[in-house]
Structures are given as structure tokens and as C-alpha cells.
């Protein structure tokens, strides 16, 4: 069910952090596009929804040595699961097309054990019914579901989207796969048939989206054997399908926990040949 | 009709021989029960029709003190089918002085448990989703059939006791379906020990499973983590010591003698015995944990811990204040022989195992594990205190009216002057 299986297509992130002015577009995108309800109160940031985060990272060096990094957070859609494998009514699950963990708000009970268990904080909880201000209902997104109190949510890669292009390709009566190499099969949507609307929101072009798997894809050559990639929380065996790119390497290191004495983790030992 | 006007309006309805205390007494008492009743309803009422925003929890803390409250009485209702399992299977005949207010503790803790549920799951109508689209790779869906099925056998082992009451074991039937309930009860004690065996430990495994919580996850044996096997240790080890405490509370409010010395000492022996056997390995684990979990993570010992809240100072009062202090009084005859130092013990033992269930739910969540993230706290709002308060009123209540109407305390008339009172 939520087996770490090498799909076809794995639809991921590589996200650089040296691009990365910590604008907030994606958060703003992603709320926008997701239906994502304003909260009342705002003041407490443990209660707001945003399934994408901008994470501020610092170096902690006095000035003038003092940097500053941001770094953008949304569902890490880990390849090994820790929230899919706990949820007791299977409301969460990794699809074998493409890669998405998804979240089904009509069968989530609301125990909140994925939240417990996602170590990233990716996962929102409904804690009163949604409330758009008059007016602003008119502008939600029409394929995406506005959630009840009560269930969890998350980022879902915008997978509305995904449907939509292959829903295109489908009426125009293609196939939604085509042959890759070595027997694999990548999607029929061109690169930029499906985009997450947190990188096409973003300014820089700091987010790239695509199939990690899908050698004609740009994520395919911004995560393979390049020295500044990383993931977060790498050790912990997540598989995760975002990717961040960073040619400093304090905030590489800041991407896992180290002891004192390791020394930080190179791309090359800690990314898989083959995703 | 030859009434007695000296004795209490319901005093017909005592058990056999026995003496209560007046009935206005009783109203009186009962109305303050209802008050918290009545108090955790209405956070019960806000809950259900505004949401769980009304609590203090939040998205870093998904879990709080509606489940650290849940754990902490189910491990102690384990005094049930633990005592259920050494009085009916291993046949260890004096613990039926005290195995019929072992399995109403235990129906208690596990209803009330389940109620607390009710508020807790933020879609509470979809409960039954836990049967129907269950996932068995989950932990928690375990816990879900397990908690459900056991209550079912708390019931069962329930109902023999509340017909027996005095006029109601007066029918016939309800003598006989008693009397035949009795006779199966070396059944439903085995089942209850299965059940209860599993359950305990999937609550404990469904921490230790949480592969991305460095705090909480542990190695194990097969699909089981350390942590159920721990569980399942613990819960044996507090749940007689906790039966002792309640009867000992019981005969304070009272002024009676319902259970004899020799019998709680019994049940602290076996609480001390068990504590024994799971502090054991619960050192290992934790050296398993700091020594191996922790670096293999890329985090230290004091990455565990932070400030006061969340300070060493829990993990000492868990393994030595709490854990090695009442494990050596409790196994000490000497100590047992003192009442003071006995209860004392019980109550650190049961101290030990409910700062055990808070840690590996709150501080699992407080520690950050992204190391740009922060350490975030947790304090339990008004809302939550109430409801868990209504549990225990509940307990109370259900206590109550046990004690005056049923016959709980097969010893009570024995230790209270022998003779049976003529009514």
C-alpha cells in the first residue's frame, strides 16, 4: 500500500535555496490555489494554515559574517512514508501514479497520528469549520475540495493539476505514458504541462518541478550527482521527493541532524543511483 | 410489612449484610460528582459544536492531554485483566477479594477512555472507519479493535457483578445468567488477557513505530517495536498498585474495611514484581535509545531534553524516583508491612508509569527534529482539564453507586464486625 516502491513517474521538487529570497509568493500561491481558509486568528503560527512553509535559516555568525537563508517546506511526498504507514483508516496514501502522498478528506477521522508522525510538520489539522470572508468564496479553485472541520490536511504536489494535463492529453486522445528508457515508462505531459502553482508562483524560479525520474526533465539534472543537493532529515530513511540545492555548506548541513564530530553528508554518498 | 424507618430509604437495594450511609449522604455526595459532570459536558458541548480549536492543542501538537490521560488509564485499569489472568487462569485464589473493583476500575478507565475518544477524533461520527476501511499496517487500528473488543469483555465481566445485586439477583433468570457468567469467566478472563495484552502494546508501539520522531522510535522484534513490549510490562507493573490505591481511597471516604492488608500486599508484591521485570528492560532501552537511536539520528543525549518543562529531570523521576524507589519498597516486606511507605510506593510506581505515557506524547512532539525547527510547549487548556475531570467523575459515580448497591468487597462484612445486620 505505502510500500517504498520505484514508480514509473516520480513527480518531485528541487528547490535552490541560493535563489530564494524568502518572498512568501509560494505560500501565498499555494493558499490561493489549494482553497486554504483564512484563520480568524492569526496570532497563534501553530494554527495557521499554509501547507507550504518558508522556514527562515541562520548561520548564527555574528556580524559581519551573519547569513541568512529561507527555505521553502511543503509536503516532502517522502518515498517511505513515516504519516501513510500509521493512519488507521488508509485516509493516506502514496498513488503509484506518480508518487503523490495524498490525504482523503472524506475518510480522514481526525486522530491526528500522521501529524505525530511527519517529523517535517507538513500536516495541517481543521481545527474549526472554514470561514471565507464574503465575497472571497467566489475566487476558490473549483477542482480542489474545501475541507470540513475536523480532518487533516496537506500539500498534495497541486494534484488537481496533474489531473487536469492528463485529463488534456486523454480528450485529445493520447496515451498518458510514453516509452523511456530501459523499460520504463515516463508521463505524456511535457514539462511544463504540470506545475505546482508554488513554482510557478515563485519570482526566481527558485522552485523546479518534474519527474525526478524523467531524464529530459530539469529536476532530473539538478538532483543527479549535483554536490550542492540535499534532503531534509536524509538519515532518517524518508526518501523524500523535494529536493534543496544550496552551494553553501552550513545550510546543507542544517538539512539533518549531525553530531559534533560527523562531518556533513555528501550528496553523492546520500542520494540513491536511481530515485 | 415490617420496615425499619432507622435505616436509609434505599437500604433494600444494599448488598446483603452490608451497612451505607444515608441516603440524603449520598445525594449530597452525588451532587458534587454532578457538578464536574456537568462542568465537563459542557466542554464536552463545545467541542462537538465549535471543534477542537476551543482546546490548547495545535498543529505541533496533534496529541496532548486528552491521550496522555487515555494511556495513563488504561495502563492503570490493567489492574483488570492482569488480576483477571492470576485469579482465573494461574488460579491465585485470594485475588477475589479484590478482582470485582479491578474489573470495574478497568471498565472505567477504558469507557472513559473511549469517551475522551469521542472529543479527541476530530470526525467523531467516522469512528467505525477504524472497522471498515482498516489499515493493518497501522498500530492504532490495533488499538481501535483491541480497546473496542475489550470493553465488550469488561461488560461481560461486569454484568455477573450488577446482577447479582440483592433484589435483582432475586429472579431467577438473572441468578441463573449470573451464576452461568460466573462459571465462563475463566474464558473471558483469557480473552481479556489477549486482548488487553495487545492493546497495551500497540499504544506502546504506535510510538515506537514513529520512525520520524527520533524521541519516541525504537528498534524491536518483528513488527514490534521495544515500546510495545514495554507497554504491555508497565501496565502490569501499575495497575494492581493503582486497584490497591482506589480500594484504599474507597475505604477512607467510607470508613470501612473492604478489602484485607494482607490481600493488598498481595497485589503490591505482584505490582513490585512485574515493575521489577519491566524496569529492567526499560533500561536497556533506554541505553538502546541514547546509545544507538539517538547518534544514529545525528543527535545526542541532550538534544532530548530542554529547559525546566522538558528538562533530565523527568527521565529521572520516571526511572529512578518513580521507577527504582517503589520497585525496591514495593518488593520489601518489611516496607510493605507499613502502610504509609506502602501506598506511598503505589502511588510513585503509578506516578512513574503516567510520566512515561506524558513524555512519549508531549516531549515526542516538543522536540524539534528539523534542526532549524524550535522546542514548542504544550499546557492544557480549561477545556481539556474539563472533560478529563468528567471522566473521572464518571469513575466516581460508577464507584459509587458499585459500592453501595453491589456486592464488590466479598471481605467487607467479615472486616467490619462479621456478623450480618439483620434489615
Given at each position: 500500500m505505502s510500500a517504498n516502491k520505484d514508480f514509473n513517474v516520480r513527480w518531485g521538487m528541487a528547490i535552490d535555496l541560493d535563489k530564494c529570497t524568502g518572498c512568501g509568493a509560494c505560500m501565498v500561491a499555494c493558499q490561493a490555489e489549494n482553497n486554504l481558509a483564512p484563520v480568524a486568528d492569526a496570532s497563534n503560527k501553530l494554527r495557521v494554515m499554509n501547507w507550504l512553509v518558508v522556514f527562515e535559516l541562520s548561520n548564527k555568525k555574528p556580524f559581519p559574517d551573519h547569513e541568512l537563508v529561507y527555505l521553502p517546506r511543503p509536503c516532502q511526498q517522502c518515498g517511505e512514508q513515516p504519516c501513510a504507514t500509521v493512519c488507521p483508516v488508509i485516509a493516506t496514501e502514496r498513488n503509484e501514479d506518480g508518487g503523490i502522498v495524498s490525504q482523503i478528506y472524506p475518510r480522514c477521522i481526525g486522530c491526528r497520528y500522521c501529524m505525530a508522525a511527519c517529523p517535517y510538520h507538513a500536516r495541517y489539522f481543521n481545527w474549526f469549520d472554514p470561514i471565507w470572508p464574503k465575497g472571497m468564496e467566489k475566487a476558490l479553485t473549483p477542482d480542489v475540495s474545501v475541507r470540513p472541520r475536523g480532518v487533516v490536511e496537506k500539500c498534495s504536489f497541486c494534484h488537481h493539476r496533474y489531473m487536469a494535463a492528463k485529463d488534456k492529453i486523454r480528450v485529445g486522445g493520447g496515451s498518458v505514458y510514453v516509452p523511456g528508457e530501459k523499460g520504463r515508462k515516463h508521463s505524456a505531459i511535457p514539462e511544463d504541462g504540470y506545475v505546482t502553482s508554488c513554482a510557478e508562483a515563485c519570482p526566481n524560479g527558485a522552485i523546479v518541478f518534474g519527474d525526478l525520474n524523467n531524464p529530459a526533465h530539469k529536476v532530473y539534472r539538478l538532483t543527479r550527482?549535483?554536490?550542492h543537493a540535499f534532503r531534509l532529515l536524509e538519515r532518517l530513511g524518508t526518501d523524500t521527493a523535494v529536493y534543496y540545492l544550496s552551494s553553501r555548506e552550513w545550510v546543507r548541513r542544517l538539512g539533518d541532524n549531525y553530531l559534533q564530530d560527523e562531518e556533513t553528508q555528501k550528496p553523492k554518498r546520500i542520494l540513491p543511483n536511481k530515485h | 410489612m415490617n420496615v425499619n424507618y432507622n435505616l436509609p430509604l434505599d437500604a433494600e437495594l444494599f448488598p446483603e449484610g452490608c451497612e451505607r450511609c444515608s441516603f440524603s449522604q449520598f445525594l449530597l455526595w452525588l451532587a458534587v460528582v454532578g457538578l464536574v459532570l456537568l462542568w465537563g459536558l459542557y466542554a464536552a458541548f463545545l467541542v462537538l459544536s465549535t471543534g477542537l480549536g476551543v482546546t490548547a492543542l495545535d498543529d505541533y501538537f496533534g496529541f496532548g492531554l486528552w491521550i496522555t490521560f487515555d494511556l495513563a488509564v488504561i495502563a492503570l485499569g490493567a489492574g483488570a485483566f492482569f488480576t483477571g489472568l492470576l485469579r482465573y487462569i494461574l488460579n491465585i485464589d485470594p485475588l477475589k477479594n479484590i478482582i470485582n473493583l479491578a474489573v470495574i476500575i478497568g471498565f472505567i478507565c477504558y469507557s472513559g477512555a473511549m469517551l475522551i475518544l469521542v472529543l479527541d477524533i476530530g470526525q467523531p461520527l467516522r469512528a467505525w472507519f477504524g472497522y471498515w476501511h482498516a489499515n493493518v499496517h497501522s498500530m492504532l487500528t490495533e488499538v481501535i479493535f483491541c480497546i473496542t473488543c475489550y470493553c465488550i469483555v469488561l461488560i461481560i465481566e461486569y454484568v455477573p457483578l450488577i446482577l447479582e445485586q440483592k433484589q435483582l439477583n432475586k429472579n431467577p433468570l438473572l441468578h441463573h445468567i449470573a451464576h452461568n457468567l460466573h462459571v465462563t469467566m475463566p474464558l473471558f478472563a483469557g480473552i481479556g488477557a489477549f486482548l488487553s495484552t495487545f492493546h497495551q502494546g500497540s499504544l506502546g508501539g504506535m510510538y515506537g513505530v514513529l520512525f520520524g520522531r527520533p524521541y519516541a522510535f525504537r528498534d524491536g522484534f518483528f513488527i514490534w517495536p521495544w515500546t510495545f513490549f514495554l507497554f504491555v510490562l508497565s501496565a502490569v507493573a501499575s495497575g494492581p498498585a493503582f486497584t490497591v490505591l482506589i480500594a484504599t481511597l474507597m475505604e477512607k471516604m467510607t470508613g470501612k474495611k473492604l478489602v484485607s492488608y494482607e490481600i493488598k500486599s498481595l497485589m503490591g508484591k505482584i505490582a513490585g514484581t512485574m515493575l521489577l521485570v519491566y524496569l529492567v528492560f526499560k533500561f536497556l532501552d533506554t541505553g538502546a535509545w541514547i546509545w544507538s537511536i539517538a547518534p544514529r539520528s545525528g543527535l545526542d543525549f541532550d538534544s532530548f531534553f530542554h529547559g525546566w518543562i522538558y528538562g533530565k529531570w523527568l527521565l529521572f523521576s520516571e526511572l529512578i524516583l518513580c521507577g527504582l524507589l517503589p520497585c525496591f519498597m514495593l518488593l520489601s516486606s518489611s516496607m510493605r508491612s507499613n502502610p504509609a511507605l506502602f501506598y506511598l510506593a503505589a502511588l510513585l510506581d503509578c506516578t512513574g508509569i503516567v510520566i512515561n505515557r506524558y513524555v512519549l506524547t508531549v516531549q515526542t512532539l516538543a522536540a524539534?527534529?528539523?534542526?532549524f525547527d524550535r522546542w514548542v510547549t504544550y499546557s492544557p487548556n480549561w477545556v481539556e482539564w474539563a472533560a478529563s475531570a468528567f471522566v473521572l467523575a464518571y469513575g466516581a459515580l460508577l464507584l459509587s453507586l458499585s459500592y453501595r448497591y453491589l456486592p464488590v468487597f466479598p471481605q467487607e462484612i467479615r472486616l467490619n464486625g462479621g456478623q450480618a445486620k439483620k434489615l
Open positions: 550527482g549535483n554536490a | 524539534p527534529v528539523m534542526p
